[in-house]
T-cell receptor, first 113, second 119 residues
């Protein structure tokens, strides 16, 4: 059974730092991996989607990498800002059940001014 | 486009009551799904639909029913509410539920959520 883990559950860093959020999954047989952002009391917003054949995707200050063989993905945030404070979730689409996306429990990020 | 809309935003039920959570999207998406989010557990898939008239079970389907009579709407029904169903419910949609169509096809869009409290 595919499991997605995000460690740490919470992270606090000062403004301006570059930081990395981690996501690991137990079964490397995936179609893609997606990173989402969730603000308190809100729904999820898709940030980046990496196909299994890709190694990374970039959008502005965000860069997501995928190492399928080791079951890991990272979300790199450059020059962090207080507005980046949110919960970040990763999710995988398994080959075994392509219509069922499996989420990690998220990392709650706080950027201190 | 309004995107994905959900109603109500908040609901309190008594044990045993029934209700329907509404979800609608105006993006002509084929794939729609319902998740519940509980503290420390991420999102868990309840039911999903790959098109009008087609539904299937997710990870935690017990106690919930769905139907998909139109492309736009995907209501979630609680037949007899239980305290264990206290949660935040999210509806999501995407152009396609099948992989291989590219990022635009597979990116999921989420509604704002419905907070449900069952007493």
């Amino acid at each position: 059974k595919q499991e997605v883990t995000q460690i740490p559950a919470a992270l606090s860093v000062p403004e301006g730092e570059n930081l990395v959020l981690n996501c690991s999954f137990t079964d490397s047989a995936i179609y893609n991996l997606q990173w989402f952002r969730q603000d308190p009391g809100k729904g999820l917003t898709s940030l980046l989607l990496i196909q299994s054949s890709q190694r990374e995707q970039t959008s502005g200050r965000l860069n997501a990498s995928l190492d399928k063989s080791s079951g890991r993905s990272t979300l790199y945030i450059a020059a962090s800002q207080p507005g980046d404070s949110a919960t970040y979730l990763c999710a995988v689409r398994p080959l075994s059940s392509a219509s069922k996306i499996i989420f990690g429990s998220g990392t709650r990020l706080s950027i201190r001014p | 486009n309004a995107g994905v809309t959900q109603t109500p935003k908040f609901q309190v039920l008594k044990t045993g009551q029934s209700m329907t959570l509404q979800c609608a999207q105006d993006m002509n998406h084929e794939y729609m799904s319902w998740y519940r989010q509980d503290p420390g557990m991420g999102l868990r898939l309840i039911h999903y639909s790959v098109g009008a008239g087609i539904t299937d079970q997710g990870e935690v389907p017990n106690g919930y029913n769905v139907s998909r009579s139109t492309t736009e709407d995907f209501p979630l029904r609680l037949l007899s509410a239980a305290p264990s169903q206290t949660s935040v419910y999210f509806c999501a949609s995407s152009y396609s539920g099948s992989p291989g169509g590219g990022s635009r096809q597979e990116t999921q869009y989420f509604g704002p959520g419905t907070r449900l409290l069952v007493l």
